[in-house]
């Protein structure tokens, strides 16, 4: 089983910055890619951004694009999420997942997900 642990989520004012990791553990070697959703309270989870892991390609969503940036350390298993010019808008909580198979933008296809870890941004 892969196991999949967020930190680095917090409070921040509007255009303030936050780096999100996410440290996987167990049988990763499947990995297709890791992605970053989120959950506004009241709303349907959301795609934010996901890594190809076979050779890094990025992808975003519209809303975050130029502002957040996802990477990936294969020595230390851990993707990141930086997110800079943050808005209210981006308060969520954000959750990390990974697919063995599928590597888009639809959480449905995404097997294996982390706790949460909550955004909140100020205005």
């Known amino acids: 089983q892969v196991r999949l642990v967020e930190s680095g989520g917090g409070l921040v004012q509007t255009g303030g910055s936050l780096r999100l990791s996410c440290a996987a553990s167990g049988r990763t070697f499947n990995r297709n890619a890791m992605g970053w959703f989120r959950q506004a309270p009241g709303k349907e989870r959301e795609f934010v951004a996901a890594?190809?892991?076979?050779?890094?390609?990025?992808y975003y969503a519209d809303s975050v694009k130029g502002r957040f940036t996802i990477s990936k350390d294969n020595a230390k298993n851990t993707v990141y999420l930086q997110m800079n010019s943050l808005e209210p808008e981006d308060t969520a909580v954000y959750y990390c997942?990974?697919?063995?198979?599928?590597?888009?933008?639809?959480?449905?296809?995404?097997?294996?997900w982390g706790q949460g870890t909550q955004v909140t941004v100020s205005s």
């Open positions: 997942a990974s697919s063995d198979h599928y590597s888009g933008i639809n959480y449905r296809y995404y097997d294996r």
């Open positions: 890594i190809r892991w076979s050779d890094g390609w990025p």
